[in-house]
């Protein structure tokens, strides 16, 4: 702890959120918003996307480890890799980044944003929402693929993955098997509620469509906003008490 500066910290997971947001957020309104040059690409390409975008985030915040997900920190948190101090810093940096980074997603596509006339379609650019409402299943949802995010992560560890503040083992390379994970989840489970598997990544951009003058932006959704957060807290500290005595943690 004494070797982690908290500034450099809080801005590592800032940028790596904000990269991330900014990158996520904007695959999905290439694909949804009225005339873009990628509408209707389909929901492959929002995986990819998104896949990218962790790579970007990755790549931009190995200081504090890369962590850029609530549930990922709590995970790490509860294996005794990171301290409380640690934790709560990264997660307020990982809320701001994400808040950053859906605004200037908005910033970019803001013509497309007005040219949009469904409300539905312009929420979806910022967080996620389920394809059948059910408050268990989609829960479930959500634990299950945060789980296999954070556990597979913790995988990682036993082939020489970065550690908070030493950028090391894999180096940048800890990117390319992040990013194709978070594919692969997409791919997989992602069908049922959007895969958030991120509490800041879902309640960050929903703050920001709350607060930014979207024209005929609708509701924020906020009756299902408690999902992407709850269910990706329990996923990850369930792969985090798995992780303790299924992997080779040290």
Not at 189 to 194: A, V, Y
Request: proline share 5%.
């Amino acid at each position: 702890m004494t070797d982690v500066n908290l500034g450099l910290y809080f801005l590592s997971e800032v940028v790596g959120t904000g990269m991330l947001v900014l990158l996520g957020c904007g695959v999905v309104a290439n694909v949804a918003l009225t005339k873009t040059k990628g509408n209707s690409g389909g929901f492959l390409m929002v995986n990819w996307g998104w896949g990218l975008a962790v790579f970007a985030g990755v790549l931009v915040s190995a200081y504090s480890g890369a962590q850029l997900n609530p549930a990922v920190s709590l995970g790490l948190l509860l294996a005794g890799k990171i301290v409380i101090m640690q934790f709560l810093v990264a997660i307020a940096a990982q809320l701001v980044g994400a808040i950053l980074g859906a605004i200037l997603c908005w910033a970019a596509y803001r013509q497309h944003f007005d040219a949009e006339e469904d409300p539905a379609a312009k929420l979806g650019v910022f967080s996620t929402g389920p394809a059948i409402r059910s408050y268990g299943a989609n829960l479930v949802t959500e634990i299950i693929g945060t789980f296999v995010l954070v556990f597979v992560i913790f995988a990682f560890a036993d082939y020489g993955d970065i550690e908070v503040g030493t950028p090391g083992g894999l180096g940048p390379l800890t990117a390319i098997p992040v990013a194709l994970l978070v594919v692969g989840i997409g791919a997989s489970l992602g069908g049922p509620t959007g895969y958030a598997i991120n509490p800041a990544r879902d309640l960050g951009p929903r703050i920001a469509h709350a607060i930014l003058p979207i024209k005929g932006k609708g509701s924020s959704d906020w009756g299902y906003a408690w999902v992407p957060v709850v269910g990706p807290l329990i996923g990850g500290a369930i792969a985090a008490g798995v992780a303790s005595f299924a992997l080779n943690l040290s």
